[in-house]
């Protein structure tokens, strides 16, 4: 079965850290760009940071620059999203994503995702 399982998500203070796991499985995802996305109940979902296929190129929202690193490990078929200076709006369900395209930089379009973990839940308190 292909899937996507993401982990690491949990309760943390203003201020803190986190850092959240991409587990692949079924295939290789290794020509594939990958993605984190966020979203709030009745939100639409939120682009947060992409990597490309190989993990040269990364892009992030204006609104996680700086304080979020996207990484990537192919042979261990795995992506992370690590998350400092936390803020309560940062608080959202959180999916990883592979690309339908393959051999790409990523894009901030949940449309060119076609796989997708189940979330793990973020949540920033004070």
């Known amino acids: 079965q292909v899937q996507l399982v993401e982990s690491g998500g949990g309760l943390v203070q203003i201020g803190g850290s986190l850092r959240l796991s991409c587990a692949a499985s079924?295939?290789?995802?290794?020509?594939?760009?990958m993605a984190w996305f966020r979203q709030l109940p009745e939100k639409e979902r939120e682009y947060v940071a992409a990597?490309?296929?190989?993990?040269?190129?990364?892009k992030y929202a204006d609104s996680v620059k700086g304080r979020f690193t996207i990484s990537r490990d192919n042979a261990q078929n795995t992506v992370w999203l690590q998350m400092n200076s936390l803020k309560p709006e940062d608080t959202a369900v959180y999916y990883c994503?592979?690309?339908?395209?393959?051999?790409?930089?990523?894009?901030?379009?949940?449309?060119?995702?076609?796989?997708w973990g189940q979330g793990t839940q973020v949540t920033v308190s004070s």
């Open positions: 994503a592979a690309s339908i395209r393959t051999y790409s930089t990523g894009t901030n379009r949940p449309k060119d995702y076609d796989l």
């Open positions: 079924g295939r290789s995802f290794s020509s594939n760009a």
């Open positions: 990597i490309s296929w190989s993990g040269s190129t990364t």
